[in-house]
């Protein structure tokens, strides 16, 4: 039996997700940990988007939603680190909050706070051009002693094989990898290339089967079956 560490949990939705689509992966944490350790960061299709339209600043709204329930944790379960458990682009989101410089103007200081971070499906190494923002602001501040401060686990799937001549899934996945990071004849998670999520520095893990996106009916990283093949990282 594998003793998994019970320190507050944040998890943190991806791009364009929100909160109550990870309610499904809180019920599955609480099967490891007590229920009131695991929460979702509620972080807004709005947050995401702007009202009026920004998506340049969604990082920094986005990581306003963290900082907020990274808190509330510490109040709860006093001084014990939260670990921050983020889904596809939520994972630069953590990232650029967790290097504690300024970004676009806001700037955080999580500190001790934070005990960990574990990215399901973030691609660190992209042209799409709102992840670059991020990307490339961790790139510039990212340094060795990063990781001592902040262990990162990166957890990819590799389920999914992209083919510009084979079936539609395939043709379907080449084009979402392309999208990401050449070239699309790749292993992933049918959104992101698993290479795409590798970091030098994390320690990068790659699971057979999760899929990338959280909608109903799909074992991705935060069901049950998705969840206990990277739980033992958490």
């Given amino acids: 039996m594998i003793e998994i560490p019970q320190n507050p949990v944040v998890i943190i939705p991806g791009v364009l997700f929100w909160d109550s689509l990870y309610s499904g992966m809180k019920d599955v944490l609480a099967g490891y940990l007590p229920k009131g350790r695991v929460a979702v960061a509620p972080v807004s299709l709005v947050d ?12 920094n709204r986005v990581m306003k939603v ?30 650029v909050y967790l ?14 706070r934070v005990g960990k971070l574990v990215t399901l499906g973030t691609p660190f190494h992209t042209h799409e051009h709102y992840a670059k923002i991020k990307t490339d ?25 992209g083919n510009e001549k ?3 899934v395939e043709r379907m996945c080449f084009q ?8 699309g004849n790749v292993a992933g998670d049918g959104i992101v290339p698993a290479k795409s999520c590798f970091l030098e520095g994390a320690e990068n893990v790659t699971i057979a089967d999760a899929e990338h996106l ?7 990283y935060g069901t049950n079956e998705g969840i206990e093949q990277w739980i033992q990282w958490l």
């Avoid at 329930?69 to 989101?93: I, N, Q």
């Avoid at 290097?99 to 001790?112: A, R, S, T, V």
């Avoid at 979402?176 to 070239?183: A, L």
């Fill in 176 to 183: 979402f990898y392309k999208n990401v990071q050449e070239p």
């Fill in 137 to 161: 602001f961790i790139f510039t501040h990212l340094k060795p002693d990063f990781f001592t401060y902040y262990p990162v686990v990166s957890v990819v799937s590799n389920k999914f094989c």
């Fill in 99 to 112: 290097l504690e410089k300024p970004f676009q103007g806001d700037l955080y200081h999580p500190g001790k």
């Fill in 66 to 95: 963290v900082d907020e329930a990274v808190k509330e944790m510490e109040r709860k379960f006093p001084g014990e680190p939260v670990t921050l458990v983020a889904h596809s682009g939520g994972g630069t989101v953590a990232m």
């Fill in 48 to 59: 995401w988007i702007g009202f009026p339209p920004s998506p340049e600043k969604s990082t």
């Fill in 166 to 168: 084979g079936t539609l």
């Fill in 214 to 220: 959280p909608t109903p009916h799909t074992r991705w």
